[in-house]
């Protein structure tokens, strides 16, 4: 966003007010909204300082008051939705409904807002981009794909199946992954007694020997000086930290980019991502082949809804294949992200016309490599779990026991 500075005459008098805008057109129409007056003329400025803590500051606070709206919450909403728009029911009324009749306030705000912006004459999809945290990319995706086919009811009973099937994708990946954070959370608890309060003993037994530490030795006691001297600091530094990484990773899209590529090349995580993205991107781009969507269109709206940059950039490259007149399996295969039989299924339903249900089986193909991750993400996290368990034991027990056989040596030979 640019700031711009409108020079307005108001009762005889100029008046020179700030405003935010992508550019100058835009500026000049928020103005004639906004002011009263006459507008005189619109002219980009530097923002002043004043202005610009102020923007940082409710940038910053603004990723914190946001509120994600139950999943539970938003599937049923979007069912009612899906059955009330069937029966006939107006947009408008069917979203002011829902949300005079749910308990998750999150839900209330943003169907309540998104009831008063159609109202005001804006689309379904238009409305609800301004709330993309709380409702996510494929909402809008799927709400976009039924206002462009006019089968707006069904594309929510899909969109409703979608969430459905993230919600227990999600509840699987928590009962993966809860022996190893109970482990986890017990290995912390118990290191953190040790250094509290047993080194501290051997500590003092090992500065009245006066004699050279091994290197575990050391490790210890420096872990066990920093964590007893300047513990709440650590954490305090830790949770300042990951706030500010937090802020620049969503207001800043170079470092969000940056962040997405590490996390493709991280182990286990760069499959979740991977799969889970695939998954969900042809499942969409079927649901828009099948109801008759340009093919280049269909990709815009399926390719919008991805979250992981990197992948992102990669498939807008296909969209400007296709718009080449290249072939879409040719695109796809230029990306480097499908196998060769996903690229031969594509290339087939291309030349038999059945693309829709080709892209359908390839769905359902990323849908059970990502079910099979999730069922195996325990067995592989094991290896790493007790990789850092062998650690802490060694390192606790190196070095607390060797210099005590260093003490018995001694005295043994003295």
Known sequence: MKYFEATVLKHGKKEIIGLYAEDKKEAMNYAKLKFTGIIIKISEADEPFEDKFRRLKNDFLKNYRKKKIKPDSLIAAIRQLAVMTNAGISIHDSLSEIANATADEALETVFSKVADDINSGQSLSKSMQNFRFELGNLTIAMVQL???????????????????????????????????????????????????YVVPKFKEMFEQLHAELPLPTQILLKLEYL????????????????????????????????????????????????????????????????????????????????DNLPLKQKLLSVRVTVEKGGALNKGLEETGLFENMIIQMVRAGEDSGTLDSMIKKVAEYYKMRFDAIIEGLSEAIEPIMLFMIAGMVILLALGIFLPMWDMGRAVSGG
Do not use: C, Q
């Open 146 to 196: 039924g206002e462009k086919t006019g089968n707006l009811d069904e594309a929510l009973y899909a969109l409703a199946d979608m969430l459905e099937e993230i919600r227990s994708n999600v509840v699987k990946f928590k009962k993966a992954m809860a022996y190893p954070r109970n482990v986890m959370i017990a290995m912390a608890i118990a290191f953190t007694i040790l250094i509290s």
């Open 227 to 306: 964590f007893n001297n300047f513990g709440p600091y650590i954490l305090l530094g830790l949770f300042i930290g990951f706030v500010i990484f937090r802020y620049m990773v969503n207001n800043y899209e170079h470092i969000r980019f940056k962040w997405h590529k590490l996390l493709l090349r991280t182990y286990l995580v760069k499959n979740l991502i991977m799969f889970s993205t695939l998954s969900r991107f042809t499942l969409v781009f079927s649901e828009l082949v099948r109801a008759g969507i340009p093919i280049a269109e269909a990709l815009d709206t399926a390719i919008s809804m991805i």
